[in-house]
């Protein structure tokens, strides 16, 4: 059964710093991961996408990475600024799967403080 | 280009009662899925459905069930509504084989 982590739970930190988020997942025959934020009692916003045969996806100041040998996304946060403050859930996406069902982490709940 | 659109944005029900909610696919798009949120927790899939059909299903009882309309619109319905069934129900569009989903803004719904 796939499982997906991420660590940390929350995190604060100053305006400007550069960060990471982590996401793990057990079962490593996937075909996606996605990476969504989601602002308080809202939707999901997709902000990368990465196949499985890709190793990183970047998109202005966000840089995802893939490494399904060892099981693990990150997601990179250059410059962060008081608008990154969301909450980040990661979604893998299994290989052959019915119908393209996503499995998500809990989500990093990020802060960043002016 | 219209994003997926969900309704209502907020109910209240009882405890017992039926909900039904409402999706609108992004266009173009021709699978709908469902998740269910939780306070503090990742979403959880609850099924999807392709050509008016359920195409996978979640960890969800009988009573969580499903609509798609030829215009690819979806409905979810849930009977015997329990307290654990508040949450934020989220709607997603994709287009089959392509697998990227594009969510709508959910629909809270608090059961008392």
């Known amino acids: 059964k796939q499982e997906v982590t991420q660590i940390p739970a929350a995190l604060s930190v100053p305006e400007g710093e550069n960060l990471v988020l982590n996401c793990s997942f057990t079962?490593?025959?996937?075909?996606?991961l996605q990476w969504f934020r989601q602002d308080p009692g809202k939707g999901l916003t997709s902000l990368l996408l990465?196949?499985?045969?890709?190793r990183e996806q970047t998109s202005g100041r966000l840089n995802a990475s893939l490494d399904k040998s060892s099981g693990r996304s990150t997601l990179y946060i250059a410059a962060s600024q008081p608008g990154d403050s969301a909450t980040y859930l990661c979604?893998?996406?299994?290989?052959?799967?019915?119908?393209?069902?996503?499995?998500f982490g809990q989500g990093t709940e990020l802060s960043v403080k002016p | 280009e219209t994003g997926v659109t969900q309704s209502p944005t907020h109910l209240i029900k009882t405890r017992g009662q039926q909900v039904t909610l409402r999706c609108s696919s992004q266009s173009g798009h021709n699978t709908v899925s469902w998740y269910q949120q939780a306070l503090g927790q990742g979403p959880q899939f609850i099924f999807q459905?392709?050509?008016?059909?359920?195409?996978g299903r979640g960890n969800f009882p009988p009573r969580f069930s499903g609509l798609q309309f030829p215009n690819y619109s979806s409905e979810l319905n849930v009977n015997a509504l329990e307290l654990d069934d508040s949450a934020l129900y989220l709607c997603?569009?994709?287009?089959?084989?392509?697998?990227?989903?594009?969510f709508g803004p959910g629909t809270r719904l608090t059961v008392t």
């Open positions: 997603a569009s994709s287009l089959i084989g392509v697998y990227e989903q594009y």
């Open positions: 990465i196949q499985s045969s890709q």
């Open positions: 079962d490593s025959a996937i075909y996606n």
């Open positions: 459905y392709y050509r008016e059909e359920e195409n």
């Open positions: 979604a893998v996406r299994r290989r052959g799967n019915q119908g393209g069902k996503l499995i």
